[in-house]
């Protein structure tokens, strides 16, 4: 059945996909910032924190850059012939 | 700057210290129980060497490298953070030693923290347990604190060096109580 109003091509499935993978990743990490920098004693915690936050945004920032460059152009149509 | 000094200046403040109050110990479990989670992390860490490997060509095959580098990198997204979780729940369970009391801290996961104090004078009697051919090998073990009256009994949890603990635990008891005659505090006054 055809979605006269609806153009499925114009969702953008793959931001979307990221925003709720974002979401998703940052909301628990910041707890985890939050927990070793308000509880943590001494110097060791808060340099933790810090080499977690700098990893993941390092991983995220190509997480992200290399989700942009994606192509399935190939795969989707050797796995079509392949149907 | 101001803001970086706390990452290199501490006094090992805590939530509650008071200013009159100074550390003699902060305690975590010895190194040897992260362990096992650092071997199995190591683990984790290498096998997508091993898909890699052994399906390469398939992934070449299908034009699938881009996908497969997307994969890869969310799945050291959560490697990473799942590592880093586990050193926050080891660095968050602490027992702590002060000229006055002693504090025992326990994070079991970010929403559920317990929190328990006891005053130096309260403390009746100190033993340490150390079972196991690692633990004797490597020098750690339990320190459990019998205290007075209906009281729960504190425990540090797979502690380095138990022994030496509890003397300091003990040398620091008796030294409060022969500066605090009557268990009386007299502090001067804020400015």
Known sequence: ???????????????????????????????????????GIGIRPRIIALVFLVGAVILFGLLVAFAARIDLSYAFSRLFQAL | MKFFSIFTNTQYTFEGKHSWENVVLLAYRHWFTLLAQGIAFFFFAILPIAVRL??????????????????LIAYFLIWWYSFFYQVAMY??????ITDHRVIDSE?????????????????????????????????????????????????????????????????????????????????????
């Open chain 2, 91 to 96: 660095l968050l369970d602490t027992w702590i």
């Open chain 2, 54 to 71: 052994l399906a390469g060509d398939w992934i070449a095959q299908w034009g699938l490298e881009d996908l497969f580098r997307v994969l």
């Open chain 2, 107 to 191: 994070q079991h996961g970010f929403f559920n923290r317990t929190v328990a104090e006891l005053s130096l004078t309260q403390i009746e009697d100190v033993s340490t347990r150390v079972e196991g051919f690692f633990p004797t090998l490597l020098n750690f073990g339990d320190l459990d604190v019998q205290t007075a009256g209906a009281y729960p009994k504190f425990s540090f949890k797979e502690i380095p060096n138990p022994v030496a603990v509890k003397d300091l635990l003990m040398h620091t008891r008796n030294e409060f109580i022969t500066n605090h005659p009557g268990n009386l505090e007299i502090h001067e006054p804020h400015q």
């Open chain 1, 1 to 39: 059945m055809a979605f006269p109003f609806l153009d499925l091509s114009a969702i953008p499935f793959l931001t979307i996909l990221l925003i709720l993978g974002a979401l998703i990743y940052w909301v628990p990490s910041f707890f985890l910032v939050y927990h070793l920098t308000r509880f």
